[in-house]
Nanobody, 120 residues
Framework: QAHLVESGGGLVQAGGSLRLSCACS????????MGWYRQAPGKQHELVAK???????VYADAVKGRFTISRDSAKNTVYLQMNSLKPEDTAVYYC??????????????WGQGTQVTVSS
């Protein structure tokens, strides 16, 4: 199984920036998708951005043009650069990684979540 460790959350004023990181470790053979989801109080869990295979990226409409997802394949790490943050971006952000383990079993792992709070 893969183990994910997230970092980079915190408190920032509206218009500011934060960078989230998620390092994936364990018996990993290959990774298909690395992504970020978020859940705000009283709202559903939603996709923020994901990066697929060789580099195709998908973004939620709410973050297009403000957030950038990237991946360091050598380090099995995914990043989320968040610029022009808005109070409505306040949520717990979760990293998600889907791939194959060295035993050829698939895994779909989640991080513990990191709080992002944007003050107005």
């Amino acid at each position: 199984q893969a183990h994910l460790v997230e970092s980079g959350g915190g408190l920032v004023q509206a218009g500011g920036s934060l960078r989230l990181s998620c390092a994936c470790s364990g018996s990993i053979a290959s990774i298909y998708v690395m992504g970020w989801y978020r859940q705000a109080p009283g709202k559903q869990h939603e996709l923020v951005a994901k990066i697929i295979g060789g580099g195709t990226t998908v973004y939620a409409d709410a973050v297009k043009g403000r957030f950038t997802i990237s991946r360091d394949s050598a380090k099995n790490t995914v990043y989320l650069q968040m610029n022009s943050l808005k109070p409505e971006d306040t949520a717990v952000y979760y990293c998600n990684v889907v791939g194959f383990g060295t035993t050829l079993s698939t895994f779909d792992s989640w991080g513990q979540g990191t709080q992002v709070t944007v003050s107005s």
